[in-house]
């Protein structure tokens, strides 16, 4: 064979290798029969709809229906628990998938009601006609699937029948002060379910999901509850009509081995136009029992669990050269436990005010962002959220305008700032005592600018606040009330370690609608208010809120980083957005797991503590409620502590699987109350 026919022969094998290689199917095939297990505690809740009434030949009105959840603090008065069976079998038609499943799952949703029975001389009891509780502890469905397949994942929407059975309990006051009657009933449901969910596979024979559904189980038949005692009393019949929002994470078996899609090596950074991520977490997180002698309106609530999922999706467009477009739509659903209340520096760094028992979908950021290069050297963009793949000057001015988080520019840290992978406490992922403007979910809109060079950045904000504290509506008034933030950041290399590091300083002030603590706490022991709380509301206009916050990461080796927190503000006026602290210091260690062999690996051990004004304990001390804390009374202060620990056990390089434990002390800074003991897991994944 001649030179040329050989240099020929190889260069058409070695393209013929190329194009087989690029042929492959970059995604898994999911065939054939799966089996599993699923289940949550606290990511199920139900709607009850009692009602209408007759009671004799008289209709009578239902006063209350609502969620029925787990958490005592939502109305109900055991945690609520789903967890279940299912199997099922797909076909795939290249990235295709669809096929059937079936499944059992056991919840204990409950949900008290009470009907208008007033035409019936019962005026004077409260409530009239009690409807105790509708029970309902079983569920079970037959669902299409229909999916898409890329690389080791999965994304599936389902719909199908449902069907749960009910118990509907009746308590009847007796005028004449004898024991009230009750009445029991079992009841039964069919409806239809829809539904959306996403599977990773993890190993050949096992994925893990995350499975939402909705559930319409339509009404009940009518059916008796007893006799309403009285000379206008006579047999009382009712129906009852019920929906659900479930949302569980899913352990599957797969007899036949899956082909798993090699991971690709990451490539170095090219010249891009579009960036397209994605994520979803998954957080079931449970306290348990703690001393309490007494609650308020927002205390933590003993022996509950609560779960919260968001999913989001990270798109970018390069425009021009230097100017880029992000949106992120993001559906959340789900409460931090009771609601998100309780602890200042709360312990599901997921878990937001504007929780829903559904899945809500919020346009979390859109902005621009405009870099203006200023010569000399230059380093690579890489690839991913919120990041297109490119090259950028190192000297540089970025100018961003529209809708962030705060969080996405400043106060950043290596080892203790994503919830989604790190520590969850929010006294740990931030500096806590930064009141920074925010929506319920946490993003606000305005304009962040930074001067960047190798060895130091600047960054400013100014940006919106809301309206009133706890406000999901920004104030329009930008001129009047806004909130500014100035960030210096200085990198180094720590001389005797050899290792990298950062500093930061960051300077704040907001001017927002907020009360005075001392003014209102006068205005209430002067009985000018009857309730502290109502004087906070009347008394609100625009005040500032000023402080700062330090913060340090330094790596101590290649698997070993430390990081450090402390921040305040000047504690005379009520926050506008975070939490209730006014001065915080927090620090830890977080190392990766190279030592025992699983390099992608991290563990994380973290303490904080946080406190509050003399004021602002006074306002609590008179009744006041805070944005997240509030127990009605708060007759010993005491610094609220907090530990936490959490081992992220990275399962393929998409997912991750956390496990996490918080230690807090004087919940809500009340020495009466706790120590609380917090265990939580956390499914992760990128793609």
Same mark, same amino acid.
Request: hydrophobic share 40%.
């Given at each position: 064979?001649?030179?040329?026919?050989?240099?020929?022969?190889?260069?058409?094998?070695?393209?013929?290798?190329?194009?087989?290689?690029?042929?492959?199917?970059?995604?898994?095939?999911?065939?054939?029969?799966?089996?599993?297990?699923?289940?949550?505690?606290?990511?199920?809740?139900?709607?009850?709809?009692?009602?209408?009434?007759?009671?004799?030949?008289?209709?009578?009105?239902?006063?209350?229906?609502?969620?029925?959840?787990?958490?005592?603090?939502?109305?109900?008065?055991?945690?609520?628990?789903?967890?279940?069976?299912?199997?099922?079998?797909?076909?795939?038609?290249?990235?295709?998938?669809?096929?059937?499943?079936?499944?059992?799952?056991?919840?204990?949703?409950?949900?008290?009601?009470?009907?208008?029975?007033?035409?019936?001389?019962?005026?004077?009891?409260?409530?009239?006609?009690?409807?105790?509780?509708?029970?309902?502890?079983?569920?079970?469905?037959?669902?299409?699937?229909?999916?898409?397949?890329?690389?080791?994942?999965?994304?599936?929407?389902?719909?199908?029948?449902?069907?749960?059975?009910?118990?509907?309990?009746?308590?009847?006051?007796?005028?004449?002060?004898?024991?009230?009657?009750?009445?029991?009933?079992?009841?039964?449901?069919?409806?239809?379910?829809?539904?959306?969910?996403?599977?990773?596979?993890?190993?050949?024979?096992?994925?893990?999901?995350?499975?939402?559904?909705?559930?319409?189980?339509?009404?009940?038949?009518?059916?008796?509850?007893?006799?309403?005692?009285?000379?206008?009393?006579?047999?009382?019949?009712?129906?009852?009509?019920?929906?659900?929002?479930?949302?569980?994470?899913?352990?599957?078996?797969?007899?036949?081995?899956?082909?798993?899609?090699?991971?690709?090596?990451?490539?170095?950074?090219?010249?891009?136009?579009?960036?397209?991520?994605?994520?979803?977490?998954?957080?079931?997180?449970?306290?348990?029992?703690?001393?309490?002698?007494?609650?308020?309106?927002?205390?933590?609530?003993?022996?509950?669990?609560?779960?919260?999922?968001?999913?989001?999706?990270?798109?970018?467009?390069?425009?021009?050269?230097?100017?880029?477009?992000?949106?992120?739509?993001?559906?959340?659903?789900?409460?931090?436990?009771?609601?998100?209340?309780?602890?200042?520096?709360?312990?599901?760094?997921?878990?937001?005010?504007?929780?829903?028992?559904?899945?809500?979908?919020?346009?979390?950021?859109?902005?621009?962002?405009?870099?203006?290069?200023?010569?000399?050297?230059?380093?690579?963009?890489?690839?991913?959220?919120?990041?297109?793949?490119?090259?950028?000057?190192?000297?540089?001015?970025?100018?961003?305008?529209?809708?962030?988080?705060?969080?996405?520019?400043?106060?950043?840290?290596?080892?203790?700032?994503?919830?989604?992978?790190?520590?969850?406490?929010?006294?740990?992922?931030?500096?806590?005592?930064?009141?920074?403007?925010?929506?319920?979910?946490?993003?606000?809109?305005?304009?962040?600018?930074?001067?960047?060079? &190798? !060895?130091?950045?600047?960054? $400013? +904000?100014? #940006?919106?606040? =809301?309206?009133?504290? /706890?406000?999901?509506? @920004?104030?329009?008034?930008?001129?009047?009330?806004?909130?500014?933030?100035?960030?210096?950041?200085?990198?180094?290399?720590?001389?005797?370690?050899?290792?990298?590091?950062?500093?930061?300083?960051?300077?704040?002030?907001?001017?927002?609608?907020?009360?005075?603590?001392?003014?209102?706490?006068?205005?209430?022991?002067?009985?000018?208010? &009857? !309730?502290?709380?109502?004087? $906070? +509301?009347? #008394?609100?206009? =625009?005040?500032?809120? /000023?402080?700062?916050? @330090?913060?340090?990461?330094?790596?101590?080796?290649?698997?070993?980083?430390?990081?450090?927190?402390?921040?305040?503000?000047?504690?005379?006026?009520?926050?506008?957005?975070?939490?209730?602290?006014?001065?915080?210091?927090?620090?830890?260690?977080?190392?990766?797991?190279?030592?025992?062999?699983?390099?992608?690996?991290?563990?994380?051990?973290?303490?904080?503590?946080?406190?509050?004004?003399?004021?602002?304990?006074?306002?609590?001390?008179?009744?006041?409620?805070?944005?997240?804390?509030?127990?009605?009374?708060?007759?010993?202060?005491?610094?609220?502590?907090?530990?936490?620990?959490?081992?992220?056990?990275?399962?393929?390089?998409?997912?991750?699987?956390?496990?996490?434990?918080?230690?807090?002390?004087?919940?809500?800074?009340?020495?009466?109350?706790?120590?609380?003991?917090?265990?939580?897991?956390?499914?992760?994944?990128?793609?």
């Amino acid at each position: 064979m001649g030179l040329a026919a050989l240099l020929g022969f190889h260069a058409g094998a070695a393209a013929a290798a190329d194009l087989a290689e690029r042929a492959r199917p970059r995604f898994l095939d999911w065939s054939g029969l799966y089996a599993g297990v699923q289940g949550s505690a606290g990511a199920s809740f139900g709607n009850y709809d009692i009602g209408p009434t007759t009671i004799g030949t008289r209709r009578v009105r239902t006063i209350a229906t609502g969620d029925a959840t787990g958490s005592r603090d939502l109305g109900g008065d055991a945690t609520t628990v789903a967890a279940g069976a299912f199997a099922g079998w797909n076909w795939q038609d290249g990235a295709i998938v669809y096929g059937l499943e079936a499944d059992l799952a056991g919840t204990n949703l409950k949900r008290g009601a009470r009907s208008d029975a007033s035409g019936f001389g019962y005026e004077a009891v409260d409530p009239p006609f009690a409807l105790v509780r509708e029970k309902t502890d079983l569920f079970g469905a037959a669902r299409a699937r229909l999916g898409y397949a890329f690389g080791n994942n999965l994304i599936y929407a389902t719909f199908g029948l449902t069907g749960a059975n009910g118990r509907v309990l009746a308590t009847y006051p007796d005028l004449s002060g004898g024991p009230a009657a009750t009445a029991a009933r079992n009841v039964s449901y069919l409806g239809y379910t829809l539904g959306a969910g996403v599977q990773f596979a993890v190993d050949p024979h096992l994925s893990l999901g995350i499975d939402y559904r909705y559930s319409d189980l339509g009404e009940s038949a009518r059916f008796g509850l007893g006799t309403l005692p009285g000379a206008d009393g006579g047999p009382v019949t009712t129906r009852t009509g019920f929906v659900s929002n479930k949302m569980m994470a899913r352990l599957i078996w797969h007899p036949e081995a899956l082909a798993l899609v090699p991971d690709e090596e990451d490539e170095p950074p090219k010249d891009a136009r579009f960036s397209l991520h994605g994520q979803t977490t998954f957080v079931n997180q449970g306290v348990t029992g703690f001393r309490a002698p007494y609650r308020g309106p927002q205390s933590l609530v003993p022996d509950q669990a609560q779960a919260t999922t968001t999913a989001t999706l990270f798109l970018g467009l390069k425009l021009f050269e230097g100017t880029e477009l992000y949106y992120n739509p993001e559906f959340s659903q789900g409460f931090g436990l009771s609601r998100t209340l309780g602890v200042a520096g709360f312990v599901n760094g997921e878990a937001q005010k504007a929780g829903a028992p559904f899945p809500k979908l919020r346009s979390n950021r859109y902005f621009v962002r405009q870099t203006f290069g200023l010569g000399g050297e230059t380093e690579a963009v890489p690839d991913g959220p919120n990041s297109i793949a490119g090259t950028r000057d190192v000297e540089r001015i970025t100018v961003i305008a529209g809708k962030f988080a705060l969080g996405d520019f400043f106060d950043g840290n290596a080892y203790a700032h994503d919830p989604r992978v790190d520590f969850m406490n929010w006294g740990l992922w931030a500096s806590a005592a930064w009141d920074f403007p925010a929506n319920l979910p946490g993003f606000t809109q305005g304009v962040m600018v930074e001067y960047n060079r &190798a !060895d130091f950045a600047v960054r $400013a +904000a100014y #940006t919106q606040v =809301p309206k009133e504290p /706890s406000s999901d509506v @920004l104030d329009p008034r930008v001129f009047e009330r806004a909130g500014a933030v100035i960030e210096f950041e200085e990198r180094h290399i720590l001389p005797l370690l050899d290792q990298p590091g950062r500093l930061r300083l960051g300077l704040f002030s907001n001017v927002g609608n907020t009360a005075n603590f001392r003014q209102v706490v006068a205005l209430t022991q002067s009985g000018a208010f &009857a !309730d502290i709380n109502t004087a $906070a +509301a009347a #008394t609100r206009e =625009p005040r500032r809120k /000023s402080g700062a916050y @330090l913060n340090l990461e330094q790596a101590l080796t290649a698997d070993l980083g430390l990081f450090a927190r402390a921040s305040v503000n000047d504690g005379r006026n009520e926050s506008l957005s975070f939490t209730d602290i006014d001065g915080s210091v927090s620090g830890g260690l977080s190392l990766k797991g190279t030592a025992w062999g699983r390099p992608q690996d991290t563990i994380g051990l973290g303490a904080a503590a946080n406190r509050i004004s003399p004021s602002h304990r006074a306002y609590f001390a008179n009744g006041g409620l805070g944005l997240l804390i509030g127990d009605g009374r708060l007759d010993r202060y005491a610094p609220e502590r907090a530990v936490e620990v959490y081992y992220a056990l990275n399962l393929t390089k998409a997912v991750t699987m956390s496990f996490d434990y918080q230690h807090v002390e004087n919940p809500a800074y009340n020495r009466d109350r706790g120590p609380a003991d917090f265990f939580g897991t956390r499914l992760h994944t990128d793609f």
